[in-house]
């Protein structure tokens, strides 16, 4: 187990110190709409949660350093419920671009983005594209925390995993804060004809069109009544293990090559 592994209490020497060998862990959470009864903070919470959990069972030979998580992503498709702030796709992938050029910067080899919101994966990938092809010296990683899931995490869950303000992420919260959920409030079921996975589509021609919006449902994917707290800290046990084994897997997988030569190592180092 680690000790405090978080960047923003470190000096600048002991970052710079520790980066080389290092691998950078940053947290990429959302503020957004999550229906009438989970927090907007919901994706930042989840995704900060299963990265304290899992830094906590890496093994102290694994070095790392968890940077502040990122409160805010590509939330467009939210935006007509209220409640929720939103970096446009193309603003988003510069943003993750500066976060891991600063990185680089730092002396990080290794860089691994921890995502919590769905709609982060595509303008994501696209930053990590565009990173490696920048930096040649540099390892970077995306991982959202549900490709971390296996069906027997999931045994007797009916939800959509991880769905949106459904009966998943309300488990979830419910496990790490339950009085974070407006246990009042229900969602509009007449709405969830629509719900929003089902967002139906049709082709012409090669051409996908979207015929009914996010706002034709209640702004979650399903009616989260059987949201179960216990079954949430057992998902969130299990994940959270499942991550720290990802990261020793980064870590490992990702060292520099020693035989490889200092010059090469460091070539576009900018």
Partial sequence: MHDDVRFATRTREQVTGAAPEAVAIVPLGATEQHGRRLPVSTDTLIVSHLTDRAT???????????????????????LAFGGTVS???D???RLLVSIGRSLASDGFRRILFLNGHGGN???????VDRLASMRSDVAFGFLSYWDCLTDDMLAGCA????????GFEESLVAAIDP?????????????????LPLVASDRLRGVTRLV??????????????????????RVLERLGAAI???????????????????????RDRA
């Fill in 56 to 78: 906590s069972l890496v093994p102290s030979r694994t070095s790392i350093m968890v940077c502040p998580p990122l409160p805010f992503g590509f939330s467009e498709h939210h």
């Fill in 87 to 89: 970096i446009d796709s």
């Fill in 91 to 93: 603003a988003y992938v």
């Fill in 121 to 127: 994966v595509n303008p994501g990938g696209v930053a």
């Fill in 159 to 166: 939800a959509p995993v991880p769905g949106h303000a459904g």
């Fill in 179 to 195: 009085s974070l959920i407006d246990g009042d409030a229900r969602p509009d079921l007449g709405s969830l004809a629509h719900p």
């Fill in 212 to 233: 009914r919006m996010w706002e034709d449902s209640d702004g979650v994917t399903d009616d989260a009544a059987a949201a179960d707290p216990d079954f949430g800290a």
């Fill in 244 to 266: 720290a084994d990802y990261i020793v897997e980064f870590d490992l997988s990702t060292r520099p090559n020693p035989a490889t030569p200092a010059t090469e190592r460091s």
